[in-house]
């Protein structure tokens, strides 16, 4: 059997696209992770894939100090990275992006192992454009990302297969909905969000006249005060919270855009907007918005009082409905894999 390294990491959007894909990757090789000590290794616990631990360097935007030392720190994570390349021996290297997966990139480069890459926004990373050119393929999640590389092959982007096999009914149960109103899923990404936690909780006694709602919060979450809100600081089992909701508020980050477009759920999107963004999530919600499959609130208009009107107005657009019931968009994991399989011939 083939032998295929994996890597990507940073945060999670980086890392949970790759576990994506581990199920049919797994068909054809034997799998192996190169990352850091971050989230990369918390979430590849326990998942049966021998990790390999590099020290990755990250560029800190807007701090000419704290990036002088990164060239030299790079050209020691490459030679980590390398060490463990040779001993994996690998057929090919599958890139997520991230500043984890530079250095592995460029091993793999110097060592002459095909690698193939995946970008998920609409436009490229820091890390992925580097990556773009020493890759074989790129593949991408957004066709208009394909055409505007040499390399770029239109794929659509990774999603948990295990999304698609919530019961509603089950789910219902499991959070303690009647099912007599429609319910609200509210989450803020792998890590939660302070404004929309804040805005949900404020927008309250007005929201639950209309839908139940599940508040997956990323924080310690107290035990409920109103009928109908169930808040959770985390949920490992997203199959049931996704089927389980009529609408869904959250961020706009590349993996839950597309999740929320394949399980077809009308979505109100509010885009990360801050100086630690280079923006790719408000580039991936309008992106959808100019085609009527999601609504979008910007962060910097959020409130309670806008958070409501804007769930209001989501929960009553048939227009929106109809549009992401016709809409083509599904998993491309079937054809990553192909592609991967491709170059590690």
Do not use: W
């Not at 790759?18 to 850091?36: D, H, K, Q, W």
């Not at 055409?147 to 499991?174: C, H, I, W």
């Not at 597309?258 to 630690?276: D, V």
């Amino acid at each position: 059997m083939k032998k295929l390294v994996l890597t990507g990491g940073g945060s999670a959007g980086h890392v949970v696209p790759n576990l994506a894909l581990v199920p049919r990757l797994r068909e054809s090789f034997e799998l192996f992770y190169i990352g850091t000590n971050g989230i990369e290794r918390k979430l590849l616990t326990g998942k049966g894939i021998p990790f390999y631990t590099i020290d990755a360097p990250k560029l800190v935007r807007g701090s000419l100090l704290q990036n002088l030392s990164l060239p030299f720190r790079l050209v020691k994570s490459v030679r980590q990275a390398k060490k463990h390349l040779r001993s994996i021996s690998p057929d090919a290297v599958f890139s997520k992006g991230g500043y984890v997966s530079l250095p592995v990139v460029l091993a793999a480069r110097s060592l002459k192992i095909p690698v193939v890459s995946h970008e998920s926004d609409f436009s490229a990373g820091l890390a992925n454009r580097i990556i773009a050119k020493r890759c074989k393929t790129v593949l991408t999640s957004f066709p208009e990302t394909a055409k505007s590389m040499k390399n770029g092959v239109y794929t659509g982007s990774p999603v948990r297969e295990e999304l698609f096999l919530g019961d509603r009914t089950q789910a219902l149960k499991k959070y303690g909905f009647a099912g007599d109103k429609p319910v609200l899923l509210a989450f803020g990404g792998g890590s939660g969000s302070r404004t929309i936690n804040d805005a949900l909780t404020a927008a309250l006694p007005s929201l639950l006249s209309r839908f139940d709602i599940l508040h997956i919060r990323g924080n310690a979450a107290e035990k409920s005060r109103f009928d109908g809100y169930v808040p959770l600081e985390f949920e490992q089992d997203m199959a049931s919270a996704y089927a389980c909701a009529d609408f869904v508020a959250a961020r706009a980050g590349s993996n839950t855009v597309f999740e929320l477009l394949a399980l077809k759920k009308p979505s109100l999107l509010i885009p990360l907007e801050n100086k630690r963004s280079r923006g790719d999530q408000v580039e991936n919600a309008l992106y959808f918005q100019r085609r009527g499959v999601c609504r979008v609130l910007r962060e910097s208009e959020l409130s309670a009082r806008t958070l409501e009107s804007a769930l209001f107005a989501l929960a009553s657009d048939k227009n929106l409905l109809r549009n992401l019931q016709s809409a083509n968009f599904h998993a491309g994991n079937a054809e990553i894999v192909k592609a991967i399989a491709d170059a590690a011939k």
